[in-house]
């Protein structure tokens, strides 16, 4: 019988449990995402309260595309020993921990017009209604080289692994994606173009750092909307990147705050649940390939997760918010209290000043 609280494998990762800590916009680096001692100690407070996988807060690959403030960069190697100080933090309370790294594209609002923002082409965001700069190839091969220099930095900071986000309309989203995707090229039209820039990528990287070094992908599971990524096309990237090598996936959404109003909808031929928002798509998912999955998105009781666990073959489970307001949550867990978490999922932990729970801290 599987438990919450064995030691499982991730690749060549070794992990203390199935908890997993989704990566988390912490707005706490510097002004060019270096960082801070606040956030050194949110990684501390993290891993002393036993959670088995850190996935930090998305880091942006190139120095001019800041998709928010207050975010880590990865884009050059000044980062390299600051980061070798947080992952030897991690490691004392033997937590595992990846780098997630983006480009966030048109999913911004911030410093527009001081600066170029690629996009696949000409289409509007639909939240933010930002506009993009069609890539050339040039722009391509200058993206992918970052994020495959941003896995070596990650490799030699002392990272267990990588996460490349894939997912929330960033720009491998809006590749991958038919609505924001119209280009003519080798990286539009079909399903397989489309999916050329991520696995350009993927290859980039897995060259940089060798074939033991855990790569993972963000992906959506559905875009949502009428012309936007379907669950279908996903269950086929999903197999393709088993295919080529990535050591697993984490299935999320692309709804920002909404998937509480939205719990009984039913999308692509699944509901998006109370607990566990996502989990039905990764439930799919998880029975087509032979890779982990990890599944995210509004869990708060351990009893659920537990059931989730043994009636599916997902084998992750990612937690977000619930952290902001209790680092030490799974620890409790751990530990025989297992009521239900704190977090009321409010949203209001996204601040000025940082994203922290306004509510119970």
């Not at 993972?216 to 875009?223: D, G, I, N, S």
């Not at 996903?234 to 299935?251: V, W």
């Not at 996502?278 to 982990?292: A, C, D, T």
């Not at 659920?304 to 952290?323: C, E, G, M, W």
Request: one cysteine or more; glycine letters at 8%.
């Amino acid at each position: 019988m599987k438990t919450l609280f064995e030691e499982t494998k991730l690749g060549t990762i070794t992990i203390k449990n199935r908890f997993v800590r989704s990566a988390t916009w912490e707005n706490m680096t510097t002004e060019d995402g270096h960082i801070t001692n606040k956030l050194y100690k949110t990684y501390e407070d993290l891993a002393k309260g036993e959670v088995g996988l850190i996935i930090t807060g998305y880091a942006n690959v190139v120095k001019e595309e800041q998709p928010n403030p207050g975010m880590m960069g990865i884009y050059n190697d000044s980062f390299v020993e600051e980061y070798r100080k947080l992952t030897d933090v991690v490691h004392k309370y033997a937590s595992t921990i990846v780098l997630q790294v983006a480009y966030g594209g048109t999913k911004t609002t911030y410093n527009l017009g001081e600066r170029v923002i690629f996009a696949p082409s000409e289409v509007r965001e639909r939240a933010t209604n930002t506009l993009g700069k069609e890539m050339t190839k040039e722009d391509i091969n200058y993206i992918v080289n970052a994020f495959a220099e941003s896995a070596r930095r990650a490799k030699e900071s002392g990272f267990d692994g990588i996460e490349i986000h894939g997912a929330h309309t960033y720009l491998i989203n809006q590749f991958l994606s038919p609505y924001y995707n119209k280009r003519t090229d080798e990286y539009g039209g079909s399903l397989e173009n489309r999916m050329r820039f991520l696995k350009e990528i993927y290859l980039a990287m897995r060259e940089k750092v060798g074939e033991d070094y855990p790569i993972l992908v963000k992906l959506t599971a559905t875009e949502f909307f009428e012309g936007g990524q379907t669950f279908e096309e996903t269950k086929l990237i999903c197999k393709a990147m088993e295919k080529i090598g990535i050591d697993g996936i984490e299935l999320s959404g692309n709804v920002h705050g909404k998937a509480k109003k939205m719990v009984g909808e039913e999308f692509d031929g699944h509901k998006i649940e109370a607990e566990g928002y996502f989990y039905q798509y990764g439930k799919e998912v998880s029975e087509l390939i032979n890779i982990p999955v990890i599944t995210v998105g509004g869990f708060s009781n351990i009893e659920k997760i537990d059931k989730i666990l043994q009636n599916t073959n997902i084998q992750y489970f990612a937690i977000s918010r619930p952290l902001l307001a209790e680092p030490n949550l799974i620890k409790r867990w751990k530990d025989g209290d297992t009521s239900k978490a704190k977090c009321i999922r409010c949203s209001k932990c996204r601040t000025n000043t940082g994203n922290y729970c306004t509510v119970f801290k």
